[in-house]
């Protein structure tokens, strides 16, 4: 049986930084020093007009290859994820195999999950390597969230960010990544995080949109994202601390076995309130969100990336990884970087 390892990442942000000044500008009326305590967010990423998830995810990938002089043929599978995309059909992975030139042997797969996606994408490619179908895979997330939020909608604005991430994950004999994950779901709550129009549930037929004011001033209609995020904070503090529980007890250790905690990089009030509920050393509780905001499936592999440059993250470390949010969903595994 093969096992497998992250081998090396790459990342791309688009060009355009919103910043907190910027949003201040927009919204005087916004406490932006409040929220940025609170979030932890100070720049954030925005994707061009005309730029896609897949046009990130090319140029993450671009990135990968360059920098590690990547041999392609030994690619065996895509994934891609992302809540975007350039069409319905046909899959985003396939436009992307083709932008980045990738061999016809090579399988191209599209999954949407949002907050746990790289954690699911990490399952999946150790699956097919541990299955001996392929000696490499190539995990690209990309989300082009803010796409989604209604220009008024200032809460979000100040939390979410654009950018991709490419994770090639490679063979090896010993085990690295263990194979063994936690997953969840607790699908009554999807509504929590969501965008209600614009697939066949409720599908666009006319381009009457009503705008309507939430509770807290925030402006959107249903084409837009939405995020509840009380519901949200209240799932993540709670869910997240039984995941770390639960994957400790798997793999029968303890916290001080554990190098670094590295969650879904949600906003700063999450990720602190759960150390604290955890007890884990502020050294070992990863916050990489200042410079980027939430980039949903692509936050636990740009902290990674931002540990490596750092020189906090190094071979043979071990790492606590986890995501939690739409779905609701949770995922979470033990690895040996």
Known sequence: MKYSQIEHIATYYPLHVLTNASLQEEFPEFKIQEMTRLTGVSNRHITAKNETSVDMGAKAVERLFAEFNVDTDEIGYLLFCSAGGDYITPPSACILHDRVDLPAHCGALDFNQGCTG???????????????????????????????????????????????????????????????????????????????????????????ARDFVDKQ?????????????????????????????????????????????????????????????????????????????????????????KLEQKGLLKRGMTLLLAGFGVGFSWGGTIIKY
């Open 217 to 305: 001033g925030n402006i959107r209609n249903h084409r837009n994202f939405y995020m509840n995020g009380s519901e949200v904070f209240n799932f993540s503090v709670a869910k997240a601390p039984e995941l770390v529980d639960g994957l400790l007890s798997r793999y029968q250790m303890t916290f001080d076995e554990v190098d670094l905690f590295v969650f879904h990089q949600a906003n700063r009030i999450i990720i602190e309130t759960i150390g604290r509920k955890l007890k884990i050393p502020e050294n070992k509780l990863i916050i990489e969100i200042q410079d980027t905001g939430n980039t949903v499936s692509s936050t636990i592999p740009i902290a990674l990336k």
């Open 118 to 208: 790289f954690l699911y994408g990490l399952n999946l490619a150790d699956s097919l390597i541990g299955a001996g179908q392929t000696k490499k895979v190539l995990l690209v997330t990309s989300e082009a969230i803010t796409k989604t939020i209604h220009p008024k909608d200032k809460a979000n604005r100040s939390i979410f960010g654009d950018a991709a991430a490419a994770t090639l994950i490679s063979a090896r004999n010993t085990s690295v990544l263990s194979g063994d994950f936690i997953f969840g779901t607790d699908g009554s709550r999807h509504e929590h995080i969501i965008i209600r129009e614009g697939r066949e549930r409720n599908p666009l037929f006319n381009n009457d």
